[in-house]
Structure formats: C-alpha cells, structure tokens
C-alpha cells in the first residue's frame, strides 16, 4: 500500500514484494522506505536494486520539485500526475510540494537497509559484518559461542552480542523492535552439552538474558539505528520486527527482517546454503545442478537427508545403497563439536555439508593402555600406539577419491570406562557358580586359560563378555552373567553411553575384549581367551572393538605366539583394523562371508583376516575400497551402533 503524508503520496511499484514503505513519523514530513529483501548475492558481483517510487499530490497538493542530486541517473521524470523516479544506489530524496496558494511544504524520503554489526563495535566495516553473510555464533570464520579444545572440555559460554542496524537512518527517526518467530533447539550445536541453555529459552533475544516478549528501543550512533541482539546457537534464527514511533504512537505497521539473512523463511542461512549448492554442484560433476536462485534455497527441506547414492556423480565409483549418510540438513548445518577430521583446522565445531557422506565416530580409549598387563605385553611396540594416528591414517584413506570411498571422517576422542563392579551371584541347581566380588569383569595373564564357567578365575585388567562353554551348556546361566547378546556386555556399553552422541557410531580400544573359547581343534583342550577386532550391532549399541593390547601380546589369531609384532608392524595392522572394523558399521548388508567381500584380496573390506605381505600386515594405502562390491553395500542410514 502506499503511504501518505498531508499533500503527498508515495508508491513503490517495482518489486513490490522486496520492499516496505512505512508512514511518516515524529520527524514531520519524512518518509523512510526500509528494504529488508534479498541482499546476498551469491555470484559476489555488485548488486543493485531498482525500484520505481512515484510522488502524487493529494488534497489540493501538487509537486513543485524533488531533489535529485543525491542518487545517480536516471533522472526524475515530470508528469501532469506526479513524478516517478528510479532510485538506484539512493540514500535520500528531497521533494517540496506546494498547496493551491503555492505555499511549501519539503521533506525528506529516505531509504534504508538493515544490516548486522557481527562484532557488535558500533561498525559495518569489519570482515564478519553483514546480515548476508553472516552465520550463527560465528564472527568470520571463527565460532565464538562455547570454549574447550575438546568434545570432552567443551562447554556453553555466553551469547554472541551484535547490533542490528537500520543503516544511516537520521537523528529524527526513532523505533522499537519485538522478536516475533524464534527456533529453540536444545543445547547450542547438534551435539553440544549445555545444561545452561534449558528448552524455552530461545536461540535469539534481545537482551543478553531475554524472554521473547521483550521489546527494545533503538539507539543512535554514527552508523544509524541499532538494536542489541543475541545468539546462543549455532543453527539460530529469528523474525525481528522493527515499528517506526511517532512519539508514544506507531507510526508505521512493523518491518520484519530475518537473522541471519534467509530469503526462503526455512530458518537456514541462505549464505550457507548457496556455499553448499556450489559444493553440490562440484561434487556430483553435473549429476544434478542446482541454480544458485530462490529454486536453490528451495531444493531441500531441514528434515531431509540431502547426499546422493552415487557419491561422485558421474564419476567412476558405483552408487551406494542408499541416499543420504543418516544426518538431516539441520543437523549438518548445526553442526557438531569434534576433535578431528576433514579440514577442522585447529577449530572444535564444523558444520557439515550437505553434498558430503559424513561419518562420526565415537572413539573410546582405555586409560594407561599398557599397564598391569603382565609379562608378555609387548610395551615397545604397545608404547607407540596412538588412537589419533590410526584415525588419521582412516579419515585420508577414506577421503581418498581413488582408493577410498568419498567419505568425511569425523571424531570425538572419550576415555573407556571399564566396568567396575560385582557380578551376580547365580545359584544353578544350589550352587553358586559365581560369587559377588569386585573387578571381576577383568583379567590379566595368558591367552590360554581353563575353561572354567566360574567367572571367579578371572583376574585383572582386561574384559569377559562372553564364555562359549557356559553360552553352550547353560544359556540361560549366561545371559544372567553376560548378558542376552551373544557378544554384549550391557554394563560397558552402557557405562560408556553418551547421550549427546547418537549420530556417532562406536569404536572401543580397551586393552583386551574377548570371551573363553574351547579351541581343541587347535591343541588347546582347554580353552583360549579369543581375542581380535570385531563388530557387532546389539541392542546396547555395541560397535567396534579392537583389543589393542592383546593384539600387540599375542599376535591377532597366532595365540601364544612369543614372535612379539614389530614396531611399523604394529602400527600398519591397528591403522587396518580401524579402517576394516569402522566400514562394517556402515555395510550392515554386505553379503560375503561375516560382511566381507569374497573375494576380496588386497580389498579393504576383503575375506582374509588380515592383508599381510610375507608374514608382515599390509600397510592401509595399499588396499582399495573404492572400486569394491563393498562400496554397494554403504548405507548410513542402516549403519550400527548410532544410538535409537
């Protein structure tokens, strides 16, 4: 609608759905025009708005002149009915009208932006300043909203403080702004822990602690008309409704902007999502382009899982089995607190992308790897282990465009807490087979051991979870000690939950895992303590284990060997382990023999138990994954042990 002054009509007619003209206010005879439409242009060119404003007398009133020396051409043109104009890079315009005796009357129409002051230093200058650039509780590339180097150190700190401006608006302008539709997503990132932030306390506000019914006069400075603003996530969005005010009154119906910019209302940032359609567009080489317009923003919902099948488009890697890698659009954008993977560069939280698979792990390490694990322990080679390393050497291997598979790895680092307490006492036919005591979920000592089903014969520090002698004779006696899963142990992977974490699959490294196994077949008339790396998807999450010192101790499948692994040995199998191990938890359906691909030499998810090369493990790089069968059977959103 247009809007009026005594004598004077003022209509904007191009495009009317960019732009909100408001009345006059406490000032006199001055009218703002507030343009609060698209201002981020994905191409980086400059941008221009063209709008058609046309200035009619009314009442008796006709147009003496307009002032136009503060706006580029074209020229305002003169007609019988008023004058139009096409202000391009306008800030102002001067008109004087007069009435039927010739008697003035002059003002002022002024059109202005919104904008944001990122840093909140009374400046729109700065490198992270500007509402079309600006991403939530980041100031440029840096995230400011929580501190800790670590997941496990990381904590909510304040809200991030800016000024939102209407830019340049004069002295005489005065104005209120109210929060009217504000996200409330729980905690501050899609895995943050921040018991500080309850639910109900909104991710934007106006006041450092506000509630959303407060309302906040403007203030004014060199740069305009500012309104104090605050973040507390990093996926926050709001509606701002700023009311010009004619002393008391309201001058004018609300202008409404969005922080940050979002054109589309689908409460992401249409910076980000321009960002992604350019990786999007990238990453499937023309499978699927995207215009970086309105139809962009609009290609995907915040509830979708975005990533296509084939992980490189028309590329030479097979599709895989399903679409998506198990993160919707809002978790990626988010974003997650982690310690390491692609391109974190030194920085804690990364918001993900919406063109990449994306893996996260949950990685727990048992404290003090090579202590009290008796004489056999293999501490030279044991001593050099390194989680990170391992982890690394995984996330280049799957990154890798020809041998891997096009995946992001991403990790959290956590300790393994192992289980501390008594198993029950199970009375079978009178008798107790078992006896309350404490630590009696660890072991130190050989491999080879009795087959004994009282669990009292275990000492130490390493983990039973299952006894195949008692699992064969006695089932139900074993579930009451160990468990209902074949290889569950409820109490560790219980203990060891991380409510924050349900997107991460799981990968344990205690220092030994096994179960009691009659090996006759092998000499042993007894049993072994049967340990490796496996995994496993049960009802308690479980995910992968790698039982990193009895691997060193006993060589892997090669029991009681006393020819200790070397050193780089050492190093190049445990690198493997955690490559192989990791891609089961998201091939569930490979169908080869336990999940492997038959055949599968020099494969990383290949049939033989351990690539070696004249006795010696197969250093990672030398595998493929990539041009496998194995690549078919990728589904994320099956993959195991991401918490339900």
């Not at 200035?55 to 074209?74: A, C, L, M, R």
């Not at 002295?171 to 932030?197: H, M, R």
């Not at 002698?469 to 209902?484: F, I, K, M, R, V």
């Amino acid at each position: 609608m247009p809007a009026e002054i005594m004598g004077l009509k003022v209509e904007i007619t191009n495009p009317p759905e960019q732009w909100k003209h408001v009345a006059w206010t406490a000032s006199g005879n001055d009218i703002y025009i507030i343009y609060t439409g698209d201002l981020y242009n994905p191409d980086a060119t400059p941008k221009t708005f063209t709008i058609d404003v046309k200035f009619t007398g009314t009442d008796g009133y006709k147009i003496k002149k307009v002032e136009s020396n503060k706006f580029d051409p074209p020229k305002p043109t003169h007609t019988e009915k008023g004058v139009t104009i096409t202000p391009t890079g306008a800030t102002s315009l001067d008109y004087t009208i007069v009435d039927s005796k010739e008697n003035p009357m002059s003002g002022t129409v002024y059109f202005l932006t919104v904008d944001l002051d990122v840093d909140g230093n009374g400046s729109l200058n700065d490198a992270c300043d500007g509402i079309a650039t600006y991403l939530p509780r980041y100031s440029s590339d840096e995230p400011s909203i929580h501190e800790g180097e670590t997941f496990a150190e990381s904590s909510y700190t304040e809200p991030q403080s800016m000024r939102l401006y209407i830019v340049d608006a004069p002295q005489g302008l005065a104005a209120e702004a109210k929060i009217i539709q504000v996200t409330d997503y729980p905690s501050y990132t899609t895995n943050g822990i921040a018991p500080s932030i309850p639910k109900g306390s909104a991710d934007f506000s106006l006041t450092a602690q506000g509630a959303l019914e407060d309302v906040v006069q403007g203030q004014h400075d060199d740069t305009g008309l500012w309104f104090p603003i605050h973040c507390k996530d990093y996926g926050a969005w709001c509606k701002v409704a700023i009311t010009l005010k004619k002393g008391s009154q309201s001058a004018s119906p609300p202008v409404e902007t969005n922080v940050p910019h979002d054109i589309n209302e689908d409460k992401i940032a249409d910076h980000w999502q321009y960002s992604e359609i350019d990786r999007w567009n990238a990453q499937y080489h023309g499978t699927e382009v995207i215009t970086k317009d309105i139809n962009g923003l609009n290609k995907w919902a915040i509830d979708s899982d975005a990533e296509l099948k084939d992980s490189d488009g028309s590329g030479p890697m097979p599709a895989m089995a399903d679409e998506g890698d198990g993160l919707t659009v809002l978790k990626e954008y988010r974003g997650y607190i982690l310690d390491d993977g692609v391109a974190m560069n030194g920085k804690s939280h990364k918001r993900l992308s919406l063109a990449r698979k994306e893996l996260l792990v949950e990685v727990r390490e048992e404290a003090n790897m090579t202590a009290g694990q008796g004489p056999d322990t293999n501490s030279a080679a044991l001593a050099t282990f390194d989680a990170t390393t391992a982890l690394r050497a995984t996330r280049d291997f799957y990154l890798d465009q020809q041998k891997g598979a096009e995946i992001d790895l991403y990790w959290v680092e956590l300790e393994l807490k192992i289980p501390n307490e008594p198993f029950p006492a199970v009375i079978v036919n009178g008798v107790a087979i078992a006896e309350a005591r404490d630590n009696a979920h660890r072991w130190t000592g050989s491999v080879s051991m009795g087959s004994s089903t009282n669990p009292n014969a275990y000492t130490g520090a390493g983990l039973v979870y299952r006894d195949q002698q008692l699992l064969e004779s006695q089932p139900e006696t074993h579930a009451l000690l160990y468990g209902s899963g074949e290889k569950s142990d409820p109490k560790l992977y219980q203990l060891n939950r991380h409510n924050d974490l349900g997107d991460f699959v799981k990968l344990y490294l205690p220092s030994r895992l096994g179960w009691v196994r009659r090996h006759t077949q092998l000499g042993y008339p007894d049993g072994i303590l049967f340990t490796s790396s496996h995994a496993t998807n049960t009802k308690n999450n479980r995910g992968v284990s790698i039982e990193v010192a009895s691997i060193a101790d006993e060589r892997i499948y090669e029991y009681e060997q006393e020819d200790h692994f070397t050193t780089p040995q050492l190093t190049q199998l445990l690198d493997y382990l955690v490559a192989h191990e990791v891609g089961h938890l998201i091939t569930p359906d490979l169908e080869g023999a336990g999940g492997h691909e038959d055949p599968g030499h020099g494969k990383l998810m290949g049939d033989e138990v351990i690539p070696v090369d004249n006795g010696t493990p197969v250093d990672l790089n030398q595998l493929e994954w990539g041009r496998g069968e194995s690549i078919e059977g990728v589904n994320f959103k099956k993959r195991w042990s991401v918490n339900p």
